[in-house]
Every structure is written in C-alpha cells, then in structure tokens.
C-alpha cells in the first residue's frame, strides 16, 4: 500500500526564509512509491507571502505541487490545524519556515513507519544554524530553541513524552476524529510576535491517549535557522516565559499521564496544590534574589523568576478552563488512559 505525505510550512512574515526551505524540500530523497505535497499556510502574514509564493509557482521548477492557504487567526496552532484539515494525506511533516531538511529524511521517517506500525509521532534532531557565534548560554539552553537531540537514544519515548514540533511528523486521523466529534484543543502556540508554547505537547497527548506512541529518530536531521535577534538574552526571557505560559492548561493532559483516571476533586485538589506552591515559589525566589542577592541577578536566576512568574500567573489564570478541559477528556476517552 502506497503512503502519502503532506508537508505543512506554516509562516508568519517568512517571505526572506521560504526559498531556502523550498529548495531543501526540492532536494530530499523521496521513498519509491511515495506520494507527496507541499502546503503553505500563511497565518495572517503582512509581507507579501501569498504573492510571493504564487510567483515561485511560476518561476521555479518545484517538483513537488506546492498549494498556499491562509489561516487569518493568529497562532502556530490554528494555522497547522488549517494545514492538517486542508492535507491530502494521513501523514503530516511539520515542517517550519527556518527548518531545513535534510536530504534522507523521508527515507529514515519511511523506514520507521514501516518497522513501527504504533508509532503516531516521530521527531528528528535539530541542528542549530546560526548567523554568529553561540551566546555562552546557548548550549545549555538549546532545546527551548528545537535543537538538539530529543531523547537519550533513538527509540520510543515513555508515555506521557513528547517532541518539539519542528521537523515532527504526526498521524492526522487520531486527533481530526477527536476534533470533529467535538474536541477542542487549548494550545495556540506561537501568535505573531508573542511566544507562548504548548501546541506540539498537545498533538503528542492527544495521540497518546489515542493509544499511539512515539518515536525519536536520531538519524532524521534537519537545520534549524536561528537569526540573530533570537540570540539576545531578552528574546530567550521571552521565549521562557511563552512556553512556561502553558503550564495550567497542559497540566490537564500531564495529570492523567501521571495520576490516570481521578475524579474531578482530586484533579482540582492537585490543581490547587500547584497554585499554592507555585505562588509561595515565586514569592520566596523573588524576595530571597532582590533583597538579597540583587547585585547576583543574572542569567540563572532572572530566567527562574521569568518561568516562574509564567508558570504561576497561567494557574491562577486557567483554573476553570483546566477543569473544564479534563472532565472533556475524561469523557472522550471514556475515563481511560
């Protein structure tokens, strides 16, 4: 049975990087017997992208079909749904406007899916790809960028895991039955200028709890473009800040993964108990490293209280939605995990 890919670019303002990306496409290695497309989603861009594209149909020699779609409300989310909706095929590449792909990696993404009939999600090894040297700082931190190895070895990951979704394939049926039966996903990710995170680790519960795993291929590189303004310290602070933004509503899915099937009391009691702690947390970090370690913030500890003030202010602030999101999943997936 021949298996079909549609790679979804989704781009806000990506006009100067989309070449490249297209041109990295137009060099993979595609398996034999592999049916493929391109598909850019253009999530409310104001450069000129959908023109832009409509002209390199013209004036490029792609040789794969390349489609534009828009998606007008802002969000990495919402615009790789319109993507996945839109798809031709059950698989989907998510493929960002600054990834570049590698030339075998459909092959070893072809290979797992034959070797690894549960897998649902697999991720590749981002490489980062940088226009000056890495800040001191960079390595340590570098996953928040969708770089580096996503495990310790290649293989499944434990239930309950997750991949960045940079470069991630994922099954589309699982998680379009759920939406068209009524299910609503809260992750937005990403909105223009603003960083909030979460949409990745949410298609990974999702097909989780639709009883599929998760795969990591070491072998599937891609480069992933890195400019120089998202080096500045103040960017990373931001970046932190967005993804830690997610914290209440993705406790929902991490909830179950490690408590299973509760009733409603005992999530709001756990709920409550992260509130608390996360609140008095902050408190103490912030009075202990501004009264008395003020002349020592730096780095470490500015970033702690950045991800701490984000994760505190999302609990407090999506304690009815998170509450109204887990009895939703518990009835969709008829209390069981």
């Known amino acids: 049975m021949n298996i079909?890919?549609?790679?979804?670019?989704?781009?806000?303002?990506?006009?100067?990087?989309?070449?490249?990306?297209?041109?990295?496409?137009?060099?993979?290695?595609?398996?034999?017997?592999?049916?493929?497309?391109?598909?850019?989603?253009?999530?409310?861009?104001?450069?000129?992208?959908?023109d832009w594209i409509d002209k390199s149909n013209l004036s490029s020699n792609w040789k794969f079909k390349l489609s534009v779609i828009s998606e007008s409300i802002p969000g990495l989310n919402f615009a790789r749904l319109k993507g996945v909706r839109n798809a031709h095929f059950d698989w989907i590449l998510f493929c960002d406007d600054d990834n570049l792909l590698d030339s075998k990696y459909l092959q070893f993404w072809h290979h797992t899916i034959h070797n690894y009939s549960d897998v649902g999600a697999i991720g590749g090894c981002g490489i980062p790809m940088l226009e000056i040297p890495e800040p001191d700082w960079f390595n340590r931190y570098k996953h928040s960028y969708a770089v580096g190895p996503q495990h310790e070895s290649m293989g499944y990951l434990k239930h309950g895991g997750?991949?960045?979704?940079?470069?991630?394939?994922?099954?589309?049926?699982?998680?379009?039955?759920?939406?068209?039966?009524?299910?609503?996903?809260?992750?937005?990710?990403?909105?223009?200028e603003m960083l909030s995170s979460g949409g990745d680790l949410e298609w990974c519960y999702l097909l989780q709890l639709s009883g599929w795993k998760l795969?990591?291929?070491?072998?599937?590189?891609?480069?992933?473009?890195?400019?120089?303004?998202?080096?500045?310290?103040?960017?990373?602070?931001?970046?932190?800040?967005?993804?830690?933004?997610?914290?209440?509503?993705?406790?929902?899915?991490?909830?179950?993964f490690k408590y299973g099937n509760k009733n409603t009391h005992s999530f709001l009691l756990i709920y409550l108990f992260h509130v608390i702690k996360s609140l008095f947390v902050y408190i103490y970090a912030f009075i202990k490293l501004n009264l008395f370690f003020k002349t020592s913030l730096k780095n470490e500890n500015e970033l702690a209280l950045a991800i701490l003030k984000s994760k505190t202010s999302s609990y407090f602030g999506h304690l009815n939605e998170a509450n109204m999101h887990y009895n939703k999943i518990k009835f969709f997936f008829n209390a069981s995990v």
């Not at 991949?163 to 394939?169: I, N, Q, S």
């Open 215 to 256: 795969y990591y291929n070491e072998k599937m590189i891609f480069h992933h473009q890195i400019s120089t303004s998202r080096l500045l310290w103040s960017y990373y602070l931001k970046l932190k800040s967005g993804i830690a933004s997610g914290a209440g509503l993705l406790f929902t899915y991490q909830f179950l």
């Open 162 to 192: 997750s991949l960045y979704g940079a470069g991630m394939f994922i099954l589309k049926t699982p998680v379009l039955e759920l939406l068209d039966r009524g299910f609503n996903m809260v992750m937005s990710d990403r909105n223009g």
């Open 4 to 50: 079909g890919l549609s790679i979804v670019i989704c781009t806000y303002n990506g006009v100067e990087r989309l070449h490249n990306v297209l041109e990295h496409i137009n060099n993979l290695i595609i398996p034999i017997g592999l049916d493929y497309e391109v598909l850019i989603v253009d999530n409310a861009s104001t450069d000129g992208t959908k």
